[in-house]
């Protein structure tokens, strides 16, 4: 059964990011989480929009569900931030990785990870390394004095606020 974006399976949890999986082939496209804050401009992203390649986040470590036998070692990707250039066809991508998937359904909230790391692994591609875009959980030490351009607050956006609130108050108030 197919949904009205072209996808087989139904979309779970975080798998939003695929649901479309464009929205305008013929221009570059950025998809962030929810939880993720640009504060400043940087040149990866100069780049990305004069470039053909797609753009992937540096994780801090390797979650890619039942995908995980598609993304080669030792890469550690994060999809809360991701981009494809013009032309980047990522639903014929998704249907060709998910061709001998017997199950026929997302099974876990790391599922997207792995397919959408796979899919964007197969042209070229850049990382933007943790010292432009910071991942952080809640219980992470933080170290904002160096000149990051953007932060994931990872789980931001799924309830756990308690941790995040005395963080956001300490680390980003000179922001808002």
Partial sequence: MQNDCGMEYLPINEMWKMYPPRYD???????MDN????????QVLEDFFKGNHTLLLRGKARSYGKYDHLVPQPFAI????????????????????CKNDIERKWTSWCDDQGIITHCLMQEEFKVIENDIFKNYFAEDDYDLSYNIKGLHLI??????????????????????
């Avoid at 082939?25 to 998809?31: G, Y």
């Avoid at 939880?35 to 940087?42: A, E, S, V």
């Avoid at 809360?80 to 060709?96: A, R, V």
């Fill in 25 to 31: 082939i013929n221009s570059h496209e950025i998809v």
């Fill in 35 to 42: 939880d993720f804050i640009i504060f400043d401009k940087c």
């Fill in 78 to 97: 994060n999809s809360g931030f991701f981009g494809m250039p013009p032309n980047f066809d990522f639903l014929k991508k998704i249907k060709y990785a």
């Fill in 155 to 176: 789980g931001l956006n799924r309830g756990k606020r308690k941790n995040w609130k005395s963080i956001l108050s300490k680390y980003l108030i000179k922001y808002v």
